[in-house]
């Protein structure tokens, strides 16, 4: 599989943003209102003792993979969630904390990840007509055609919740999910279509960024990219706001399954993973989490759902 592959997933070491003008680092999970002074809580992330340029094995995501290499990534790029301890871990163990398909290491808050109700709830054009009744929620975005309706819904394990999306009238629409009834799922509007009028173009880009800016009960962003074709400028143009406005952000590959298409040039998920975690290194001062799908394939699925848990689980605690 996948990671597998990569040809020694190596980072170099944190960039810091050419947008940012304060010194302080970019951070994955928004703080739980009113309580603002808590942004910075993944720089205290603790280090292990480990040398920071010592790579670590990922682990594979299928028994079909395990005549790959293992792929190594280094330890500065890996994500730490707060309040972990790795520094009593050898390359070995950490590798086992470390969720598939990903750089996000467990920590004590991954649990209650299993999906057991969703419901549509409503959709919304302002902010302030969301709900109100302060759960946390995820929102999940990406450029039209992405695979986002296919996640969500393979998140949920239903084969239509998210077309209450995808139709007329809603798609431009903030959707709201309530999952368990003890938090959201949201599903935004896709960007970069390229018909799309001028003036509709503009106008979701500010209700989306309004959103993302005012939103307190917002723990993460999911920015859902397609793996399976070079990086599209508008993807990179989107990672870099949500690093300059500091929008705790996690990217999602998308379409993970499709591999050595012709048509993109014959390059895997994994390479095309790696160029744009190359052109997007410079907007944040430390790597953000990124996790790897297929909606096919499922790929991914648990991982997510472990990893909104701890964000979840953490948000809910502080
Ligand atoms: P959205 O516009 O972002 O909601 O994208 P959709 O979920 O509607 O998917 C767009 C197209 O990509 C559809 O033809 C899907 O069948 C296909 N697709 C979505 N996810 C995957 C995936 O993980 N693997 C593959 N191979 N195709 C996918």
Redesign the pocket.
């Known amino acids: 599989m996948i990671l597998a592959q990569l040809p020694r997933f190596h980072f170099s070491v944190f960039a810091k943003s050419p947008f940012s003008l304060s010194s302080s680092h970019f951070n994955f999970i928004n703080p739980k209102p009113p309580v603002t002074a808590v942004r910075t809580l993944f720089q205290f992330a603790p280090k292990s003792s480990l040398a920071a340029v010592e790579p670590i094995p990922l682990p594979v995501s299928d028994a079909s993979d395990l005549d790959d290499a293992p792929v190594e990534i280094s330890l500065d790029k890996l994500f730490i969630p707060p309040e972990t301890d790795i520094s009593g871990d050898n390359p070995a163990s950490l590798t086992t904390r470390i969720l598939k398909g990903s750089n996000i290491v467990l920590s004590k808050y991954a649990r209650d990840a299993q999906v057991v109700q969703a419901d549509y709830v409503k959709s919304s054009v302002r902010t302030e007509d969301c709900p109100a009744d302060g759960l946390p929620e995820f929102a999940l975005v990406?450029r039209?055609?992405?695979?986002?309706?296919?996640?969500l819904n393979s998140l949920v394990r239903r084969k239509r919740l998210?077309l209450t999306s995808?139709k007329p009238g809603k798609t431009q629409c903030i959707n709201h999910f309530r999952i368990n009834d003890n938090w959201y799922l949201v599903d935004l509007p896709?960007y970069g279509f390229a018909s799309a009028p001028h003036e509709l173009k503009l106008d979701w880009n500010k209700f989306t960024k309004d959103y993302f800016l005012n939103r307190s009960t917002l723990v993460s962003v999911f920015l859902l990219v397609d793996a399976s074709i070079p990086p599209k400028q508008i993807d990179l143009d989107y990672a870099s706001w949500l690093g300059q406005n500091q929008v705790p952000m996690t990217m999602v590959f998308?379409?993970c399954?499709?591999r050595k298409k012709k048509k993109n040039g014959g390059k895997k998920p994994e390479e095309n993973i790696k160029e744009f975690q190359d052109l997007i290194q410079g907007f944040f001062e430390t790597t953000p989490p990124w996790i790897m799908?297929?909606?096919?394939t499922n790929q991914g699925r648990d991982e997510i759902l472990l990893h909104m848990a701890q964000l979840r689980n953490y948000w809910l605690k502080h």
């Open positions: 990406g039209s055609n992405v695979g986002k309706s296919s996640l998210a995808k896709g998308t379409k399954d499709k799908t297929s909606s096919v």
